[in-house]
C-alpha cells in the first residue's frame, strides 16, 4: 500500500509541476477512489505533498529560468491565496462538522470537482477563440487569488486547473508562465492551509509512513516535472493537460456516485 501511495503521489507530482496544476487534483480523487482512507486523510496527505512539490517546482523553475514570471502579479495573487487557504481551510473543517458524515463531503468535493474540471477543459480547447483581459491591478489580483485560495483548499487538491484557466483569462499569460506562476500560489496557499492544520489541532489520524513515502513522491516529482518543463512545447503542455482532465473528469464521475450511495 505505501508503494501505490508513492507511486500515486510521485507520478501525480510530475505531471502537476509540468502542467502547473499542483498535483493534488490527481492524487485527491485517486486516492478517493480507492477508498483506503477517510477524505480529510486524504486531504491532509494530498496538501503535504503538493506542499513539497511546489517548494521544489519553483525553486528549479526560478533557478532554470524556464519560465517568465510576474513577481508583482504574482505575488499579489500568492497573498490573497494564502488568505484563501486559511478560510477554505475553515470553510471544509465547518461543512465537515455541520454534515457529520464525511461521505458527504467526499461527494461536495468530488461534484465541485467535476463542474471546474468539466469547465477547464472546454476553456482550454476553445482558448484560442476567447479574448482575454490583462488585469495590473494588485487589489484585483489580491481578490482573484483569495478565491482560488478557498477554492484549493476546501477542495484539498492544492491549486488545480482552475488556476491555469484564471491565470491565462485574467492576465493573458502564456501556458509555462501560468504554469509556474500557478505553482508559485500553491505554494502559498498550502502553507497557510498547512499551518492552520496544525495550530488548530485538527490533523487527522494519518499513518507516518504513508505521509512520508507521499512527501519524498511530492519533491521527486517536483524535480522531474521541472526538467520536462524545459524540454516540453507549450502545445506539449496543452496536450498533457487537457488528457489529464479528462482522465480526472471520469474518477470524479465515479467518486461522486461511490460517495453518494455509500451516504
Known amino acids: 500500500?505505501?508503494?501505490?501511495?508513492?507511486?500515486?503521489?510521485?507520478?501525480?507530482?510530475?505531471?502537476?509541476?509540468?502542467?502547473?496544476?499542483?498535483?493534488?487534483?490527481?492524487?485527491?480523487?485517486?486516492?478517493?477512489?480507492?477508498?483506503?482512507?477517510?477524505?480529510?486523510?486524504?486531504?491532509?496527505?494530498?496538501?503535504?505533498?503538493?506542499?513539497a512539490m511546489s517548494v521544489v517546482s519553483v525553486w528549479?523553475?526560478?533557478?532554470?529560468?524556464?519560465?517568465?514570471?510576474?513577481?508583482?502579479?504574482?505575488?499579489?495573487?500568492a497573498v490573497g491565496a494564502a488568505a484563501g487557504g486559511v478560510a477554505g481551510k475553515s470553510m471544509f473543517q465547518g461543512l465537515k462538522n455541520a454534515v457529520g458524515d464525511?461521505?458527504?463531503?467526499?461527494?461536495t468535493q468530488a461534484v465541485v470537482l467535476i463542474a471546474i474540471t468539466l469547465g477547464t477543459l472546454v476553456y482550454t480547447i476553445c482558448k484560442e477563440k476567447i479574448r482575454t483581459k490583462h488585469c495590473r491591478q494588485l487589489w484585483l489580483c489580491v481578490a482573484i487569488g483569495l478565491i482560488l485560495g478557498i477554492m484549493s483548499s476546501f477542495l484539498g487538491i492544492g491549486g488545480g486547473p482552475i488556476n491555469l484557466v484564471?491565470?491565462?483569462?485574467?492576465?493573458?499569460?502564456?501556458?509555462?508562465?501560468?504554469?509556474l506562476s500557478s505553482l508559485y500560489i500553491i505554494l502559498f496557499s498550502q502553507i497557510t492551509s498547512f499551518?492552520?492544520?496544525?495550530?488548530?489541532?485538527?490533523?487527522?489520524?494519518?499513518?507516518?509512513?504513508?505521509?512520508?513515502?507521499?512527501?519524498?513522491?511530492?519533491?521527486?516529482?517536483?524535480?522531474?516535472?521541472?526538467?520536462?518543463?524545459?524540454k516540453i512545447s507549450e502545445k506539449g503542455v496543452d496536450r498533457l493537460f487537457i488528457f489529464l482532465m479528462a482522465v480526472i473528469v471520469v474518477i470524479n464521475i465515479y467518486n461522486a456516485i461511490k460517495f453518494g450511495v455509500a451516504a
Open 1 to 51: 500500500m505505501v508503494f501505490i501511495f508513492f507511486a500515486v503521489s510521485i507520478l501525480s507530482c510530475t505531471a502537476g509541476s509540468v502542467c502547473g496544476i499542483g498535483g493534488g487534483v490527481i492524487i485527491k480523487p485517486v486516492l478517493d477512489a480507492t477508498g483506503v482512507m477517510g477524505v480529510s486523510s486524504i486531504s491532509f496527505l494530498s496538501g503535504c505533498t503538493v506542499l
Open 102 to 107: 464525511e461521505n458527504l463531503v467526499g461527494m
Open 166 to 179: 484564471v491565470l491565462a483569462y485574467f492576465f493573458s499569460m502564456s501556458t509555462k508562465e501560468a504554469a
Open 195 to 230: 499551518v492552520q492544520t496544525c495550530v488548530t489541532g485538527t490533523v487527522p489520524d494519518v499513518e507516518l509512513s504513508y505521509l512520508a513515502f507521499m512527501i519524498v513522491g511530492g519533491v521527486l516529482g517536483g524535480t522531474i516535472g521541472s526538467r520536462i518543463n524545459k
Open 60 to 77: 528549479k523553475n526560478l533557478r532554470a529560468g524556464t519560465a517568465k514570471m510576474d513577481i508583482r502579479i504574482a505575488t499579489a495573487l
